[in-house]
């Protein structure tokens, strides 16, 4: 049980758009769709934002979307806005029950 | 409104155990999986167990296998962490989550949290 590879930090300016990156294996990201990504403010908890790759759950906005290619699965955040700066996860289903999460990413809105 | 209360947290000295719980309500408890994830002061997300909707996968995380046992109770809405010879790594705020479904792919709400610092 590796961890997922993301970025330590990615930036952007408000109204750019910035895209985090999740590697893993084909044991993880690779061989299943079952990967999610995670919005954390400080002191606060996680907040699912993309489920099953690509699927929003309702009350998020369009401006995030996921997707994912071989290994390697995407968070894009279109239109970033100053509340978008936070710390990101991404989490694969692994196999046999098992999750793995990501290092986090921490988004900076310059 | 779906709520996830955590309990059970404290301070606790390195090789001894401690049991965390979780009472949940505001959702059909026995209709989905339930996870623990747990994350040290100033450090990132880590998966520790999972548990689907009828108990029948389990499934943890290396650092958590053989030292802690994951289970629920459906007819009391509850979730439970018991931890075992603990160690000071496993400090850290743990996180009740409800999954989005009944087979376990996701974690769609989260509770607050409760702390447990292992001292040696």
């Known amino acids: 049980q590796s961890a997922l590879t993301q970025p330590r930090s990615v930036s952007g300016s408000p109204g750019q758009s910035v895209t985090i990156s999740c590697t893993g294996t084909s044991s993880d990201v690779g061989g299943y769709r079952y990967v999610s990504w995670y919005q954390q403010h400080a002191g606060k908890a996680p907040k699912l934002m993309i489920y099953d790759v690509t699927k929003r759950p309702s009350g998020v906005p369009d401006r995030f979307s996921g997707s994912k290619s071989g290994n390697t699965a995407s968070l894009t955040i279109s239109g970033l806005q100053t509340e978008d700066e936070a710390d990101y996860y991404c989490c694969s289903y692994a196999g046999s029950y098992t999750r793995v999460f990501g290092g986090g990413t921490t988004l900076t809105v310059l | 409104e779906v709520q996830l209360v955590e309990s059970g947290g404290g301070l606790v000295q390195a090789g001894r155990s401690l049991r965390l719980s979780c009472a949940a309500s505001?959702?059909?408890?026995?209709?989905?999986?339930m996870h623990w994830v747990r994350q040290a002061p100033g450090k990132g997300l880590e998966w520790v167990s999972s548990i689907n909707l009828n108990s029948g996968s389990i499934g943890y995380a290396d650092s958590a296998e053989g030292r802690f046992t994951i289970s629920r109770d459906n007819a009391k809405n509850s979730l439970h962490l018991e931890m075992n010879s603990l160690k000071r790594e496993d400090t850290a705020l743990y996180y009740c989550?409800?999954?989005?479904?009944?087979?376990?792919?996701?974690?769609?709400?989260w509770g607050q949290g409760t702390l447990v610092t292992v001292s040696s």
């Open positions: 989550v409800k999954d989005g479904e009944a087979s376990g792919t996701y974690f769609d709400f």
């Open positions: 505001g959702f059909t408890f026995d209709d989905y999986a």
